[in-house]
């Protein structure tokens, strides 16, 4: 079968900054394709795997909701994101980042962690080979 690469980029992106703790199964599911489908068509638009983009979009989203919510403790944003263990979420967090979710925390409200940086890198703004996608930085 034959996907609109850029519009099932859209949807696999547009899930994974609402769900980030989600596995690539479970979007499979909810998007009715496999999940080989979606490492293909996330590979060829961002050159980077799933969990890679995954990771990198958790990060962000993260980083964000600690910073805005600076009042809510790290246990409380990561259940807000979906984790049902807060080590988990400190692994996530840690393997991404190379920081604790604290440090992170820390790192974007003195402004050490700039989260403009995080999202420039240009992993979502690559170019498919139908049409070039729009700028899908995360919300705020």
């Not at 999940?35 to 996330?42: E, K, S």
């Not at 807060?86 to 925390?105: E, K, Y």
Request: one cysteine or more; a positive charge.
């Amino acid at each position: 079968m034959s996907y609109d690469h850029a519009a099932l980029f859209r949807e696999i992106y547009r899930y994974v900054v609402a769900h980030p703790s989600h596995s690539l199964t479970q979007l499979a599911s909810v998007l009715c394709v496999s999940a080989r489908t979606i490492q293909l068509v996330v590979s060829k638009v961002t050159g980077m795997t799933f969990r890679d983009m995954r990771s990198r979009i958790l990060l962000v989203v993260a980083a964000k909701k600690m910073n805005v919510q600076s009042i809510a403790s790290i246990k409380e944003v990561s259940r807000e994101l979906g984790f049902t263990s807060g080590r988990h979420f400190a692994r996530c967090i840690r393997d991404c980042s190379g920081l604790s979710p604290s440090q992170l925390r820390r790192a974007s409200q003195d402004g050490t962690l700039s989260l403009v940086d995080l999202e420039s890198h240009g992993w979502l703004l690559r170019r498919t080979e139908e049409r070039e996608l729009p700028d899908m930085r995360l919300p705020a």
